[in-house]
């Protein structure tokens, strides 16, 4: 069961363009929700994250949008760079539960054209 | 200080044959995740280990097992491969009470399964 879907799978931006990628969770029982960047030949490294009780988290170029009724949140990158090139990974993980495991999505592939 | 470390970087093996990666955490960590990544998908929760024992365990079967050591590194071991254990293998290390906010995640071992 995929409790954690992604979309776009890829897309291409301009460079100064805006990134928009989107995540929909089924679990209501997530309260942390991090995104990761990976890039080939790598692990996914931490981005930026978020709980439920903010709509909005702002890091950077890099911000975070929540709703929780939807329950759907987004990743933004703003003013997209071509080092922003990289695999992106939605997450979602319950904090008090043992282990705290990352339930990933499927990821998106972002290409930033110079 | 070093971060994840994972042995061996790449592997290949022939079905039906059995191998072992390793992980060595994060200086401070002591709580140790693995999880297969697909090619193309997100990352997906193996087990993860704490003082030696397994906490948790995701949706893999039995040909999945794994150990953790007193100085909390730890090894994750595939039985009887399949053509579909083909992956890369991340390894991530957190605190005990860390919660999910300290993963930190290895460049992982790419499987190869002939």
């Known amino acids: 069961q995929q409790q954690v879907k992604q979309s776009p799978q890829s897309l291409i931006v301009q460079k100064g363009g805006i990134s928009i990628i989107n995540c929909a969770y089924e679990?209501?029982?997530?309260?942390?929700f991090p995104w990761y960047q990976q890039f080939p030949g790598k692990g996914p490294a931490l981005l930026i994250a978020?709980?439920?009780?903010?709509s909005e988290k702002k890091e950077g170029r890099f911000t975070i949008s929540f709703n929780k009724s939807a329950k759907q949140f987004s990743l933004h990158i703003m003013d997209s760079q071509p080092g922003d090139s990289a695999t992106y990974f939605c997450?979602?993980?319950?904090?008090?539960?043992?282990?705290?495991?990352?339930?990933f999505g499927g990821g998106t592939r972002v290409l930033v054209k110079p | 200080d070093a971060g994840v470390t994972q042995s061996p970087t790449h592997l290949i093996k022939t079905r039906g044959q059995q191998v072992t990666l390793r992980c060595s955490p994060k200086?401070?960590?002591?709580?140790v995740s693995w999880y297969q990544q697909a090619l193309g998908q997100g990352p997906q929760f193996i087990f993860q280990?704490?003082?030696?024992?397994?906490?948790q365990r995701g949706n893999f079967p039995d040909r999945f097992s794994g150990h953790q050591f007193p100085n909390y590194s730890s090894e994750l071991n595939v039985n009887a491969l399949l053509l579909g254990d083909s992956a890369l293998y991340l390894c991530?290390?957190?605190?005990?009470?860390?919660?999910?906010?300290?993963?930190?995640f290895g460049s992982g071992t790419r499987l190869t399964v002939v």
């Open positions: 679990n209501t029982a997530f309260d942390y």
């Open positions: 200086s401070g960590h002591d709580t």
């Open positions: 978020i709980r439920p009780d903010v």
């Open positions: 280990y704490y003082e030696e024992e397994e906490r």
């Open positions: 991530a290390s957190t605190m005990t009470g860390g919660g999910p906010y300290g993963y930190t």
């Open positions: 997450a979602a993980s319950i904090i008090k539960a043992a282990g705290n495991k990352l339930t």
